[in-house]
């Protein structure tokens, strides 16, 4: 089933120890689609602006992934300059402009409203919210966000997490959103504000899941958290999109699946783990976007060889 | 088969956020032992002072653990005094009385000497090696080390490091041992320095298993790394202990099977995990102490739950 997502469509000008890239493509809905694109159709809604080429746009549409979302409007695209040092464990903003994306007011084509999968990648709460709205029916909504929106609009980010079925961050992003350093305690608190599955995100850890028994009615449910590995990795070339690439895969397949059941949720979270190891593979989403499904479902085994324990084997 | 454990026996004075205790049992032998005796028979190398009582000694030979090769020294026994706060990620040396603990000169019991599996836990080491020279015809012998000797002993630490077949290092040990960052470059320098196994320990995130084929020469090798998963855990107690409780778990399992296979390593690992878990839950290692083994397999089942992706359930 085909999955809307909402968020920003942008250039990057990154700076790792190693390498520099000028304007390449970016945001979090770019990253998304192009990692979620392998497991159901995706279709995107965003804003760019007039540097934005048909080129740009083919590097979606020839992977299947749906723009008519996308508005085109007057003035530059949403342009982020960043650079990672050291262990590039966390990204350094030198230079955010908005652009276009200052004045965002996201547009649903009416050929979008029947998706019942909704992924609202990280932007204003508001804006969030306001795609939320106009997807009345949906199965499952997820979700994803920022420091920023949780330091400085915390209100109207509980808006939007109270109408999220998933909620996909990191362990900071937990820890600063609830005031708890404690990851279960934390994750319990996310889910008193409404959702009933939630990501937490361990950068080169893997992932924990954690899904209430509301979320698989009917299915079998479990209150046990799922922990999902990462591949240790020897380089990282960029993580930049790797969050959002990771959410793809998990988002995505969920998408692909007929029901949300806990083995579902919990081969979602294996999936996201290996689109996120081939995310940083490369500057930002090159290494996704020439891979194949052969190579996507064998990273998926060796994932497997890598945690799992099988007492019945020699 | 028995496993000889050397190291300190001694007393923790132990403060966190919540609680405190003055004088209790501690040592990083004495939390091996008190953990790996559910997997074999534990013989102790250390020494201990004045004020360790029979008691003291009986909450080991009450447990089957051996305490022939504990030797009793004039003056007091080694007392560490630290604290924890916040996340209680990282113990707060405030006080180091070496005490007897200052002119250790381990002496193995001619009765220890047919042990084929050594555990140089984390102690000076010269002391470790001159221990390690008395067992030459160990089938596996597994260390452990810290910051202390990494930093001003490195050249020593090296050359216990080389005769070492498993280390069981936590993140930030294998990063300042090798100056390496990624955490699996830091694994292929290690391995480099001798040992043919590596166990990174992530606390709250898991740990991961490196091996090389050399360690399974015969039984089927494998150069991918094995991640095994930790408890989330809702509430941390104390955490003093936890890594010796772990390696003793490991190395208990490894020297409770015949052969060591790719998968009694990777079993092992979650049975570190395992007593990893329990130790928490408690101060030093009471609830170690207290435990059954239907508990251990149980929460054995609950690890392998939390992380195992059935493809053929429902």
Partial sequence: MSIVVVGSVAFDTLTTPKEHRAKIQGGAA???????????DVRVIG???????????????????????????DGLSFHWTGKYEGAMSEAITLNTE???????DPKVPEIYKDSKYLFLANID????????????????????????????????LKKVIAELDTLVINDGEARLLTGEHN?????????????????????????????????FAGAGGSTVPFRAPALPLEEVIDPTGAGDMFAGGFFGYIASQPELTPKVFRTALFYGGVMGSFAVEK????????????????????????????????
């Fill in 30 to 40: 770019y990253h998304f689609a192009q990692s979620a694109r392998f497991f159901t």
């Fill in 47 to 73: 804003v760019v602006g007039d540097d934005f080429t048909q080129e740009h746009e083919a590097s979606m549409t020839s992977r299947g992934i749906d723009t008519a979302g996308i508005e085109h409007a």
């Fill in 98 to 104: 908005l652009n276009v994306f200052g004045s965002f």
């Fill in 125 to 156: 709460p508001v804006l969030q919210l306001r795609v939320r709205k106009q997807f009345p029916n949906t199965k499952l909504v997820a979700g994803d966000t920022m420091n920023y929106w949780i330091v400085d609009h915390k209100e109207n």
């Fill in 183 to 215: 990851l279960v305690t934390a994750a319990k608190k996310v889910m008193e504000m409404g959702p009933k599955s939630l990501v937490i995100k361990h950068g080169e850890y893997g992932a924990t899941g954690f899904f209430s028994d509301r979320t």
């Fill in 283 to 314: 500057f930002g989403s090159e290494r996704v976007q020439e891979l194949t499904r052969e190579e996507i479902e064998e990273r998926f085994k060796l994932f497997r060889e890598i945690s799992h324990l099988d007492l019945d084997a020699a």
